[in-house]
């Protein structure tokens, strides 16, 4: 069975900085392409980031690059996005979703994690 | 950045009812479609994707159609699983851009 689990949300303070993972199991996980997704409470989904399955080609959405980093461990079957100079604005649950590749949609997704950025 | 309307953005309709959803690309995608549905504190579920292929296991009363800039998901008779959020999103870029959401509901 396919399973996308993140964790290391939380409450951060603006300008904090906070990493999240997705542990993935049931796929060969270095064959797929990954993505973060967020969804402010409320709003609707926002894509925030990709990676390649061998981690060479990586992209952000403009209002995370520069602060936001994404990473996989493909040994380790996990992806991570370390968040810097945190803002209200980040607040949101944060998705994992893989892609087998550009052809293809995000399939599965994790059930998400809460980031909340507030003094 | 590709740019998705949806529309409408909240939809009130019957079991039984006929729904039509429609999303718009600010440029042509080809078919790079996808549709997906979300219920409350729930991941998005991953209905269609090539505009009109039906993930296995979804229900044949959802279709979707369309190509280049227009699109629409089509719920054949509506039923009460199916009360939810509907998004459309792009995939003709690694930058992947999302409608803003279908809101459907119980009249």
């Known amino acids: 069975e396919v399973q996308l689990v993140e964790s290391g949300g939380g409450l951060v303070q603006p300008g904090g900085s906070l990493r999240i993972s997705c542990a993935a199991s049931g796929f060969t996980f270095s064959s797929y392409e990954m993505n973060w997704v967020r969804q402010a409470p409320g709003k609707g989904l926002e894509w925030v980031s990709y990676i390649s399955s061998s981690g060479s080609r990586i992209y952000y959405t403009d209002s995370v690059k520069g602060r936001f980093t994404i990473s996989r461990d493909n040994a380790k079957n996990s992806l991570y996005l370390q968040m810097n100079s945190l803002r209200v604005e980040d607040t949101a649950v944060y998705y994992c979703?893989?892609?087998?590749?550009?052809?293809?949609?995000?399939?599965?997704w994790g059930q998400g994690t809460l980031v909340t950025v507030s003094s | 950045d590709i740019q998705m309307t949806q529309s409408p953005s909240t939809l009130s309709a019957s079991v039984g009812d006929r729904v039509t959803i429609t999303c718009r690309a600010s440029q042509s995608i080809s078919n790079w479609l996808a549709w997906y549905q979300q219920k409350p504190g729930k991941a998005p579920e991953l209905l269609i994707h090539?505009?009109?292929s039906l993930e296995s296991g979804v229900p044949s009363r959802f279709s979707g159609s369309g190509s280049g800039t227009d699109f629409t998901l089509t719920i054949s008779s509506l039923q009460p699983d199916d009360f939810a959020t509907y998004y459309c999103q792009q995939y003709n870029s690694y930058h992947l851009t999302f409608g803003g959401g279908t809101k459907v509901e119980i009249k």
């Open positions: 979703a893989r892609t087998y590749s550009g052809s293809f949609p995000p399939d599965y």
């Open positions: 090539k505009a009109s």
